[in-house]
């Protein structure tokens, strides 16, 4: 069965050869729209993504109380910051399944003043929050659990947080230290965050440190593992300019690798903050081409036309292993996808999700605690791929239309989460 929201791609049969613009980075919008909100002044952030999380956020922070002009066309909001203190005191937050607002947004509330209830889809009251709610309380917060411990919905009776010390044991989300960073400069004394053992997504971190650096706040750390924020800070308003995505513009690298073809991104080159542009090493070890500037970067695909299979720890950008996984269909031998365990815990999961989809393909794959093996045995196959309303692997999954005829992509109108235009520039690569 069809459904109105289901896309049916077809093959090239030319490389493709593309100048690329991208919208804004969703992970950076999201930190500059709550730094810019905290801030004391008035911000403008400039090319920031317009899709279902960032809007999420911008609604957010309406709801707090936030003055916010958005100038859709030029992708541009003007931030009335309210110098940490929220005009509204009582507030219900509706936060999707969007996990950094629901997590950013919980060390905010606890750092304001007032009764502040989150919650979102059903899917986000099965994604974790207990190691940030944990960490806040050490700092003074009172936060209560209305459904299941450790998960949301969450009620926060904010009253500002003290100085302390908090301590990440295991391997944290990434978001959880970025969302107690954001909020600490804000408490009332020195917070102290020590990270012990693997930390995923660790640049995710690095590209939060880089905004709040921004915004006028710095950030004393050892090897990323010991941080000290100075409290009764300030935010700083001004101007924010946000990168396009990194991680959207994996699909298009890869594009260009899987068709022997030649793919320029601009705005993104070897100054950018973001971890995932590191994917287009991957591809180097692939046997593509790339040529970087501060601000562009050039990918050309093999010049022999062979993918090489590579066994890789993608740990440090796990979004772009979706678009590997789909890649290594299409490459000689098996590719291995290590240190990517907290896809099981994202939009879906992610790694079961790629093993089946893959499956469809006739193409066989082995699932670990800590990732995937893609074993590809023939010529992968046609065939309608599920997306679980997971923007990721709709629009990985759309790399194997531009080898394969009659591909679907069932329910594709999930890429609005970050990139709502998506197949429609998608498909002027095949023009």
Not at 105 to 111: F, I, P
Not at 163 to 176: A, E, L, M, R
Not at 250 to 266: D, K, M, N, Q
Not at 295 to 313: I, W, Y
Request: net charge negative; charged share 20%.
């Amino acid at each position: 069965m069809s459904d109105s929201n289901d896309i049916r791609l077809m093959p090239i049969d030319h490389p493709i050869d593309a100048t690329v613009l991208l919208p804004g980075s969703k992970s950076l919008t999201n930190r500059a729209l709550l730094v810019a909100a905290l801030a004391g002044g008035t911000t403008h952030v400039r090319h920031l993504l317009l899709a279902d999380d960032t809007r999420i956020m911008l609604r957010a922070l309406e709801v707090l109380g936030l003055r916010i002009g958005l100038d859709e066309a030029s992708c541009c909001a003007t931030v009335a910051g309210c110098g940490g203190h929220w005009p509204e005191d009582d507030v219900d937050i509706h936060c999707g399944n969007a996990g950094t607002v629901i997590r950013f947004l919980t060390a905010a509330c606890c750092a304001g003043y007032g009764n502040y209830r989150l919650d979102g889809v059903p899917r986000m009251r099965q994604r974790p929050i207990g190691d940030l709610v944990s960490g806040l309380r050490g700092l003074g917060a009172l936060i209560r659990y209305d459904g299941d411990e450790g998960f949301c919905p969450l009620s926060i009776r904010g009253q500002g947080l003290r100085g302390g010390d908090v301590h990440f044991q295991g391997t944290p989300s990434s978001q959880f230290v970025s969302a107690l960073l954001m909020a600490a400069p804000l408490a009332a004394g020195d917070v102290y965050v020590t990270v012990t053992g693997e930390l995923p997504s660790l640049p995710y971190v690095a590209m939060t440190l880089k905004v709040m650096e921004a915004f006028g706040v710095e950030v004393v750390h050892e090897n990323m593992r010991k941080f000290i924020v100075p409290g009764r800070q300030t935010y700083a308003s001004g101007r924010f300019d946000v990168e396009p995505d990194a991680s959207a513009a994996s699909y298009f690298f890869a594009a260009a690798a899987l068709t022997g073809g030649r793919v320029t991104v601009e705005g993104l080159g070897n100054r950018s903050c973001q971890g995932d542009m590191a994917f287009v090493n991957v591809l180097e070890q692939m046997g593509c081409q790339v040529e970087q500037g501060p601000d562009r970067t050039l990918l050309s695909g093999p010049a022999d036309g062979r993918l090489r299979a590579v066994d890789v720890d993608l740990g440090h950008m796990p979004d772009t292993a979706p678009t590997l996984a789909v890649l290594a269909a299409f490459a000689e031998g098996t590719t291995r996808i290590r240190n990517v365990a907290n896809l099981r815990v994202k939009e879906t999961d992610r790694i079961s999700a790629l093993s089946t989809e893959l499956g469809k393909m006739n193409v066989p794959t082995q699932m670990h605690d800590d990732g995937l093996s893609i074993m590809p045995a023939g010529k992968p196959e046609a065939a309608p791929v599920d997306t679980y309303d997971d923007h990721r692997i709709a629009m990985s999954f759309a790399l194997a239309g531009l080898r394969l005829e009659n591909m679907i992509i069932r329910n594709a109108d999930c890429v609005s989460k970050t990139f709502p235009d998506f197949f429609h520039r998608w498909a002027a690569l095949t023009e």
